[in-house]
């Protein structure tokens, strides 16, 4: 049921959102040099990884491999930091779902790396796909902000909000039914 309901709301969200799709990707293109979209590895159910689409929002720079981006991180651009305030940046993520690769709801896919350090019970939320929205989403959709308050932010990342996730993410997989789906996009349109 569950898999149903993702093909059917990303392939209606693709074509009723396809317009927006066009502009974004003229305001990335024209604004800042690089592709369009932004690819990256990341794990999905079972552990395996897959190719994870965005849309582009910031610029390459050679020799940084961070994993966590900061409110006025150099590398956002302008139109980059528009797009992940409202969250546009994650609109492409629907040919994902569609794909199967991911659900609407889901724990955030982790860039390689993060899921190697899940043990015992908490990998069980390799079982489920990961989702574009969810209850770790929704409580920290401004982690940017909240990093950007760190003196370190990588090991505030991984000693407070990680584990967190993944205690959020864990309540996710034992209490996931269709409803709190619904509850979960619903929360996440109107935040």
């Known amino acids: 049921m ?7 709301a990303s392939l209606i969200g ?9 502009i974004v990707s ?13 690819i ?6 079972n552990g395996l990884v897959f190719q994870m689409i965005k849309f582009r929002s ?14 006025g991180d150099i590398r956002i651009t302008k139109i980059g930091a528009f797009l992940r305030k409202f969250k546009l ?9 569609l794909k199967g690769d991911m659900s609407i709801v889901g724990p955030r896919p982790d860039v390689c790396g993060y899921a190697d350090n899940l043990i015992g019970e908490d990998r069980k939320i390799l ?10 989403s929704l409580k920290y959709y401004d982690e940017e902000d909240i990093l ?27 209490n996931n039914n269709l409803w709190i789906d619904i509850k979960i996009i619903f929360a996440t349109i109107f935040r």
Do not use: C, H
């Not at 074509?15 to 066009?22: C, G, R, S």
């Not at 990256?40 to 159910?45: D, F, N, V």
């Not at 910031?58 to 409110?71: A, D, H, L, P």
């Open 2 to 8: 569950k898999r149903l309901f993702d093909f059917t």
């Open 14 to 22: 693709l074509i009723a959102l396809f317009p927006i799709f066009i």
């Open 26 to 38: 003229v305001l990335v293109k024209t604004t800042s040099k690089g592709p369009v979209f932004f």
């Open 40 to 45: 990256q590895k990341r794990i999905g159910k």
């Open 58 to 71: 910031m610029i390459e720079i050679q020799n940084s491999n961070s994993t966590i981006s900061v409110r």
């Open 89 to 97: 940046d994650e609109l492409p993520e629907l040919w994902n779902v």
């Open 127 to 136: 079982e489920l796909r990961p989702g574009i929205t969810g209850f770790a």
């Open 148 to 174: 950007a308050t760190q003196e370190n932010p990588l090991r505030f990342n991984d000693e407070v909000i990680y584990p967190d996730k993944v205690k959020l993410n864990l309540d996710y997989y034992y």
